[in-house]
């Protein structure tokens, strides 16, 4: 769809959601996104869910530079040179994926992550469509870690555990999936419970113990 300015212009229509690349974040706070032939645009308040009621920072989208976002088309309009210019909202599809799905979610269901980076008191991940959320440190593992580095790397596709779910927050633990996974190990089926992807993105990120390997 975002190959041709027909194709936009049918993904305008339809409210398909998009993704390509931030190419930069401007001094207004603007994302300039990366689409063949035209320039792209997700102006300010369009950034990210919570930037109008100042409820997100804008650090949330120098973050964003140079990384694929999401998005819909909103209008087409012409930049201050008279050329085409689509602007775009990433807001939209935040608030969409809040709507119809994170806001559906109840403590103790276990949702799809990726690591976007560590701190030394937790893990950050996106949790759909750019939402973010916060894995604390002491809720990453059943054993004491010194750093989330120790258990996650940035751009690793994890499984977490929904510990509460706020108007507009969602909050989550890692620790709790580790048990499950070998509570499985003990009873001979984890991998036709979590599937070998599963098992393997769990293995790459998270110490296994003497017993978990007797297991």
């Not at 974040?25 to 792209?40: A, E, H, M, T």
């Not at 369009?46 to 989208?61: F, H, K, S, Y």
């Not at 976002?69 to 309009?77: A, E, I, K, L, R």
């Not at 984890?190 to 978990?212: C, D, P, R, S």
Request: include cysteine; glycine fraction near 8%.
């Amino acid at each position: 769809a975002i190959q041709t300015m027909e194709g936009l212009r049918q993904a305008m229509q339809t409210g398909q959601i998009l993704e390509a690349r931030a190419i930069a974040c401007d001094s207004s706070y603007n994302l300039l996104v990366d689409l063949p032939g035209i320039r792209g645009i997700i102006p300010h308040q369009e950034g990210a869910m919570g930037i109008p009621e100042g409820t997100t920072r804008d650090i949330a989208l120098i973050s964003r530079a140079g990384k694929p976002v999401c998005f819909q088309v909103m209008d087409f309009t012409l930049d201050e040179q008279q050329r085409p210019l689509v602007l775009l909202s990433r807001r939209r599809v935040q608030e969409l994926c809040w709507k119809t799905y994170l806001s559906l979610l109840h403590p103790g269901d276990i949702i799809p992550a990726k690591v976007t980076h560590l701190e030394r008191f937790g893990c950050f991940v996106d949790i759909g469509c750019g939402i973010p959320s916060l894995i604390p440190i002491d809720t990453i593992s059943v054993s004491r870690i010194a750093h989330p580095k120790d258990r996650f790397v940035a751009g690793q596709s994890i499984r977490a555990i929904v510990r509460s779910v706020g108007e507009t927050k969602i909050c989550l633990s890692h620790k709790e999936s580790e048990q499950l996974i070998v509570s499985c190990f003990v009873f001979g089926n984890a991998v036709g419970i979590f599937g070998k992807e599963f098992i393997g993105n769990f293995l790459n990120g998270a110490a296994v113990t003497a017993h978990y390997k007797a297991a």
